[in-house]
C-alpha cells in the first residue's frame, strides 16, 4: 500500500522549494505565492476524445463536489485548449499514461502546458477505475489550489517522504484525514475533504459565493459579511442580534439595543440610527425600526428624520413602495407609496408579514401561509401549512416547514412546490439565490435554478441576511 501510495504521489517537476519563515508558521499546508488571485479558474483539456467524454466528466463532478462545494472556487470551462481565448486564469490537463502529477502547486501552474496530467486507465491504483479517477483527480486539483502535501509537514510526525514543493503557511493543525495525505490510511480519503481540508480551504479562498454578491452573517455572536472577489470576511460588528441589508447599505441591532446602519463599502462607518431597537429593515432608501415597540421609518439620508408609523408593533417589512407591518393585536396592515399614506387593513391573526413590490404575504398563527400578488386588495392564495417562516424573492417563495424542511415555489402561486433542503433554522432569497442555515450551523448557499448544488458558505452561522428584494 504504502509503495502505491508513493508512486501514485504528485511528481513534480518544479522543484524550487520555498523556505519556511518560523514566525509565519500558523498551525492544510499552502504555499502562499501560489494561491490563486481570482476564484474562477478555467480549466481546458488538452487531448480529450470523445472516447472518454465519461471520465472526464467524472473529473469534472469530483471537482465540483469537493473543492468547488465548499469554497468561493469556481472551475469553469472544461473544453478542449485553445477553445476559449484571453484567459486570465488557465489550468490546462493533459490526459496520458503517465503518473498522475502537476508541475507544481497553484498558480504556478497558470498557462503551463500538461500543468496537470491525469491517466484514465491506471494500473497504478488498485481499485475500480472509475473510483481511482476521481479520487486522484480530487488530490491533484488540490495542488492545482495551492495545496502541498499534508504528511510534508514537519509538525506531521507521518513517515511518509516528503514529496514535491512544500508549503509555507500551515492554515490548520496537521490532519491525517487530509485528502493530501500519504499517510491517511484511507487512500486520497476516498476523494473526500477531510473537515480540516475544509477549514483550510475557506481559510485560504473564502466562503462558496458564486458571484461575490454581498452577503452578511451572523457567526458567533458577531456579524462579518463578504462581497466581491475577495476571499474572506470582513468583521463588520460585535455582539449582533439581527441584521438587514439593502443594495448598498447594511443595518444591525446590538444586544444592548441599539441600532446601526453602514452605506457604501463593507468598511465604511457605522452610523448610530436607533435606542431600545428591536428589529431593522432596510429596503432601498427606506430604514425600518421597531423602537420601544413603535414602527418608525425613515426615507433618503441616514440622518434623515423617522415618521413614526405604528404604535404596538410586533413585526414589519419593507419593499420598494410598500410598508407591511404587524400590530400588537395581530392585525396585518399595508401601505403603499408615501410614508403618510394611509394604511390598508389587509389580514387578522397574523405573526409576520414578507412584501416584494407586487406581492403580500402573511404568515397566520395558526401557520397558513397566504399570499397575494398585484394589489393591496387582490385575494389570497392559501399557499401552505405548517409554515414556520417564509421569504419572498422576485418570483419565488421560501418556506421552512415546522418539520424543518424548505421548500420553494417559483413562479405562479399555484405552481408546484420543491423541496430544497432537510434539517434547516433559518432560510433566506435574494434574486436568484436561496441560502439555508442547517441545524449543524452550516449555512448553504446556491445561485441560479433551484435544482443547482448547495456550496457550504461558512459553517458556525446563526443567521444569514441576503439583500432585500
Ligand atoms: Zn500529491
Redesign the pocket.
Known amino acids: 500500500m504504502i509503495f502505491r501510495r508513493r508512486i501514485l ?2 511528481l513534480f517537476l518544479s522543484v524550487f522549494v520555498q523556505s519556511i519563515c518560523a514566525q509565519d508558521i500558523q498551525y492544510v499546508n499552502v504555499l502562499r505565492a501560489a494561491v490563486w488571485d481570482d476564484a474562477e479558474i478555467t480549466v481546458c483539456w488538452e487531448n480529450p476524445d470523445p472516447s472518454n467524454t465519461r471520465e472526464r466528466k467524472l473529473v469534472e463532478n469530483a471537482v465540483k463536489n469537493t473543492w468547488e462545494k465548499y469554497s468561493s472556487i469556481q472551475f469553469t470551462g472544461w473544453q478542449k485548449c485553445g477553445t476559449l481565448r484571453i484567459l486570465s486564469s488557465e489550468l490546462r490537463i493533459k490526459i496520458a499514461n503517465e503518473h498522475p ?1 502537476t508541475k507544481g502547486l497553484g498558480k504556478e501552474l497558470n498557462h503551463v502546458e500538461a500543468g496537470m496530467v491525469l491517466n484514465f486507465d491506471w494500473d497504478g491504483c488498485s481499485f475500480s477505475n472509475d473510483y481511482c479517477i476521481k479520487i486522484i483527480a480530487v ?2 486539483f ?2 492545482a489550489l495551492g495545496f502541498s ?1 499534508e504528511h510534508n509537514r514537519s509538525d506531521c510526525g507521518c513517515h511518509e517522504q516528503p ?2 514543493t512544500d508549503g509555507d503557511w500551515y492554515a490548520t493543525p496537521c490532519d491525517i484525514e487530509s485528502v ?1 495525505n500519504y499517510c491517511n490510511p484511507n487512500y486520497n480519503n476516498g476523494g473526500e475533504l477531510s473537515e480540516w481540508d475544509k477549514i483550510g480551504l475557506r481559510k485560504v479562498y473564502g466562503p462558496f459565493n458564486p458571484q461575490g454578491d454581498r452577503v452578511v452573517a451572523i457567526i458567533g455572536g458577531n456579524l462579518f459579511g463578504i462581497e466581491g472577489n475577495t476571499y474572506s470576511w470582513t468583521r463588520l460588528m460585535n455582539g449582533v442580534t439581527q441584521a438587514s441589508i439593502s443594495d448598498n447599505r447594511i443595518g444591525v441591532i446590538k444586544r444592548d439595543k441599539t441600532a446601526w446602519v453602514k452605506e457604501g463599502g463593507l468598511d465604511s462607518d457605522w452610523v448610530k440610527v436607533a435606542d431600545d431597537a428591536s428589529k431593522i429593515q432596510l429596503s432601498g432608501n427606506r430604514i425600518g425600526v421597531i423602537i420601544s415597540g413603535n414602527l418608525h421609518v425613515k426615507e433618503g439620508s441616514i440622518n434623515s428624520n423617522y415618521d413614526k408609523l405604528l404604535d404596538g408593533a410586533v413585526n414589519f417589512s419593507l419593499s420598494a413602495n410598500r410598508v407591511g407591518v404587524i400590530s400588537s393585536d395581530g392585525k396585518a396592515l399595508v401601505k403603499e407609496g408615501a410614508l403618510n399614506s394611509n394604511w390598508v387593513h389587509v389580514a387578522d391573526n397574523c405573526r409576520s408579514i414578507e412584501l416584494t413590490s407586487n406581492r403580500i404575504a402573511v404568515l397566520l398563527n395558526d401557520n397558513r401561509l397566504m399570499i397575494k400578488e398585484g394589489s393591496i386588495n387582490s385575494t389570497y392564495v392559501h399557499v401552505a401549512d405548517n409554515v414556520s417562516e417564509s421569504q419572498l424573492s422576485n418570483n419565488r417563495i421560501i418556506a421552512m416547514i415546522n418539520d424543518r424542511t424548505a421548500w420553494v415555489k417559483e413562479g405562479s402561486l399555484n405552481s408546484n412546490w420543491t423541496k430544497i433542503a432537510d434539517g434547516v433554522i433559518d432560510i433566506n432569497a435574494s434574486g436568484d439565490i436561496l441560502a439555508v442555515v442547517l441545524d449543524n450551523s452550516n449555512a448553504m448557499l446556491k445561485k441560479g435554478t433551484t435544482n443547482q448544488n448547495w456550496g457550504l458558505l461558512n459553517i458556525g452561522v446563526s443567521s444569514l441576511y441576503l439583500p432585500n428584494n
Open positions: 504521489g504528485i502529477h488530490h491533484e488540490g495542488h502535501h514529496q514535491g493530501m
